[in-house]
């Protein structure tokens, strides 16, 4: 069974840096995308950004753009999403999604990962 | 990049259909069989529902159906059940030179 576990709950003060992460487990696809997705306090689904697990094919939607960071460590099937200076704006809910690669379904998500971020 | 155009809700009572509707253009929805659904419960990660606009993944129930016609995508929700209510998100494979998925508006859906 594929799993996507990603790390706890998150309280940061503007300004500081964060990274956390996504372990996938239960799956042997050749090849993935892994992505990241934003959902605000009372609001919709907001794509962010997605990695190829295979090369550095990475691509970021514009709004996230010199925003945030995504990596993906092939030999720990983890992703991660980091920020180097947070904003109380960053606070939400942060999921990661796989899909297999060629198709553009998006079958697992993770448990999501909270990120409150005030001074 | 804009977000594709769902209605904010929708209601029917048990047992009835109701049918939600996923607004692009001829760049993303009516461009691709690509379009997915997702059903997201309060306080829970969303759910794959439809994916390539009419198909179910395995394990979802055939209450839950697809379509499209031109630019619009629709969700369709059948005999519906008090375990519906939740809010449903279409996503759309887009051509763009930055970012190739688009997420609609989201729409709750209301049991009475």
């Known amino acids: 069974e594929v799993q996507l576990v990603q790390s706890g709950i998150e309280v940061k003060k503007p300004g500081e840096s964060l990274k956390i992460s996504c372990k996938g487990s239960?799956?042997?696809?050749?090849?993935?995308?892994i992505g990241w997705v934003r959902q605000m306090p009372g609001t919709g689904l907001e794509w962010m950004a997605i990695s190829k697990s295979t090369n550095s094919d990475t691509r970021y939607s514009p709004s996230f753009q010199g925003q945030v960071t995504i990596s993906v460590d092939r030999s720990i099937t983890t992703a991660f999403l980091q920020w180097s200076s947070l904003k109380a704006s960053d606070s939400a809910m942060y999921y990661c999604v796989l899909a297999v690669d060629g198709t553009t379904r998006w079958d697992w998500w993770g448990q999501g990962t909270l990120v409150t971020v005030s001074s | 990049q804009s977000a594709l155009t769902q209605p904010a809700s929708v209601s029917g009572s048990p047992g009835q259909s109701i049918t939600i509707s996923c607004t692009g253009t001829s760049s993303d929805v009516g461009g691709f069989d690509s379009v997915s659904w997702y059903q997201q419960h309060p306080g829970k990660a969303p759910k794959l529902i439809i994916y390539d606009v009419s198909n179910r993944p395995s394990g979802v129930s055939n209450r839950f159906s697809g379509s499209k016609s031109d630019n619009t995508a629709s969700l369709t929700i059948s005999g519906l059940q008090a375990e519906d209510e939740a809010d449903y998100y279409c996503n759309s494979y887009r051509l763009s030179s930055t970012f190739p998925y688009v997420f609609g508006t989201g729409t709750t859906v209301t049991v009475l």
């Open positions: 239960g799956y042997r696809f050749a090849t993935y995308w």
